[in-house]
T-cell receptor, first 114, second 115 residues
Framework: KNQVEQSPQSLIILEGKNCTLQ??????????LRWYKQDTGRGPVSLTI?????NTKSNGRYTATLDADTKQSSLHITASQLSDSASYIC?????????????FGTGTRLKVLA | NAGVTQTPKFRILKIGQSMTLQCAQD?????MYWYRQDPGMGLKLIYY???????DKGEVPNGYNVSRSTTEDFPLRLELAAPSQTSVYFC??????????????FGPGTRLTVL
């Protein structure tokens, strides 16, 4: 069964600190993995996409990693800001019978405190 | 560009009532999607469309209907609302499927409560 699991479920950190969010998946055949940021009351917005051959990709203070062998990805946030408070969702795309399916994780809710 | 817009933002329905959730996009995207997001759960695909006149079921289509008469609009119809349909509904669009690489752009969501 295709699944995407994220940890931790929630996280509280102080402004300026770093944090790492985890995503483990059992999706086959794997196409790509995308991290979204979802602010409260809004729709998800894409942060970065990782393909099978990519190990690391950065988008400002956000750095995503992918280990396709262990089927794990992480999202590292550097020097956190209050505006980073949001849910972060890992989405894995699977290729099935000529179409593509998106499997969503349940998200990690991050709270950054001043 | 307004991107993906959804109306209404909030709605309370009584059991058995019907309603239509509106979704529109102005990015000339071919693909459109409807998802529901339940508390503590990942988004689940209800229906999707690959172009005007073409729709297909997702994971959780029961109790819903869709139509796609234009590229821009993709309304979701709830018939005979049930408490199990209480959720936040997101509409999304993408240019194509792009072998799964195309970014999905999401609307702000509609929070629906069925009492």
């Amino acid at each position: 069964k295709n699944q995407v699991e994220q940890s931790p479920q929630s996280l509280i950190i102080l402004e300026g600190k770093n944090c790492t969010l985890q995503c483990n998946y059992t999706v086959s055949p794997f196409s790509n993995l995308r991290w979204y940021k979802q602010d409260t009351g809004r729709g998800p917005v894409s942060l970065t996409i990782m393909t099978f051959s990519e190990n690391t990709k950065s988008n400002g203070r956000y750095t995503a990693t992918l280990d396709a062998d262990t089927k794990q990805s992480s999202l590292h946030i550097t020097a956190s800001q209050l505006s980073d408070s949001a849910s972060y969702i890992c989405v894995v795309s699977a290729a099935t019978s000529g179409t593509y399916k998106y499997i969503f994780g349940t998200g990690t809710r991050l709270k950054v405190l001043a | 560009n307004a991107g993906v817009t959804q109306t209404p933002k909030f709605r309370i329905l009584k059991i058995g009532q019907s309603m239509t959730l509106q979704c529109a996009q102005d990015m000339n995207h071919n693909y459109m999607y409807w998802y529901r997001q339940d508390p503590g759960m990942g988004l689940k695909l209800i229906y999707y469309s690959v172009g005007a006149g073409i729709t297909d079921k997702g994971e959780v289509p029961n109790g819903y209907n869709v139509s796609r008469s234009t590229t821009e609009d993709f309304p979701l119809r709830l018939e005979l609302a049930a408490p199990s349909q209480t959720s936040v509904y997101f509409c999304a669009s993408s240019y194509g499927a792009g072998r799964g690489y195309d970014e999905q752009f999401f609307g702000p969501g509609t929070r629906l409560t069925v009492l």
